[in-house]
């Protein structure tokens, strides 16, 4: 009797002294035993506590899957790692990480919760951060992008400089001889002229021969 006596009060220093949230949960809805550090978690006493449902303190968001979780209890199955929002004093909510046995002839659930809230913002962070580094390596590939394009374009304009200039130098080789050409044949339209009202001349002059020396 004596040793059972101080087991029950080892078991008791102990669930008083723990740094984890230590519960004793009905499936009525309500806490039946707390521990102090959910006083040092949420802000709120131990009877205030005990004194609603608990779901009252968890997130309105959380509360269906929450109840779903309740469900899977009274049936017998554990709580692993499960997680929701719990309200504080301050109208803060701290995230709570809960792993529960229940215990369907006593219809109560025993539970060990941690606040993760710390955890929770540094993956928040961690995500935030992540989202903007794939957000400058996007702007680093479309900038790079846009330089290869920008390179292609200048290469293209390059080439499109040079055949302007082979262009122009092959019409400034065709253009001397091609005037030099036109310059002839304007002497040699003159000339050939000169030469046509010569031989007109010459034929009238021969008919005029012809006629008073036959």
């Given at each position: 009797?004596?040793?059972?006596?101080?087991?029950?009060?080892e078991l008791d220093r102990f669930f008083r002294l723990s740094l984890d949230m230590l519960c004793i949960a009905g499936f009525d809805g309500?806490?039946?035993r707390l521990n102090?550090?959910?006083?040092?978690?949420l802000g709120f006493t131990v009877e205030e506590l005990l004194a609603e449902p608990f779901l009252g303190f968890v997130n309105p968001e959380d509360r269906e899957a929450t109840?779903?979780?309740v469900r899977r209890l009274s049936s017998g199955d554990d709580t692993i790692a499960f997680e929701n929002r719990y309200r504080c004093k301050d109208e803060s909510y701290k995230w709570i990480l809960w792993n529960s046995t229940p215990f369907l002839h006593e219809g109560l659930i025993v539970a060990v919760a941690h606040d993760i809230t710390d955890r929770?913002?540094?993956?928040?962070?961690l995500r935030t951060q992540n989202l903007r580094l794939q957000e400058v390596a996007r702007s680093e590939r479309q900038a790079h992008e846009a330089l290869k394009q920008a390179e292609v374009q200048l290469v293209q304009a390059e080439k499109l400089t040079?055949?302007?200039?082979m262009v122009a130098g092959v019409a400034h080789e065709i253009n001397n001889p091609l005037a030099y050409i036109s310059n002839n044949i304007a002497v040699l339209r003159r000339d050939f002229g000169d030469l046509?009202?010569?031989?007109?001349?010459?034929?009238?002059?021969e008919a005029m021969v012809a006629e008073r020396c036959p």
């Open positions: 009797m004596a040793e059972r006596k101080r087991a029950h009060e309500y806490f039946k102090p550090a959910w006083q040092r978690t109840l779903a979780e929770k913002r540094a993956e928040d962070q040079a055949l302007g200039q046509r009202e010569l031989l007109r001349l010459y034929q009238g002059a």
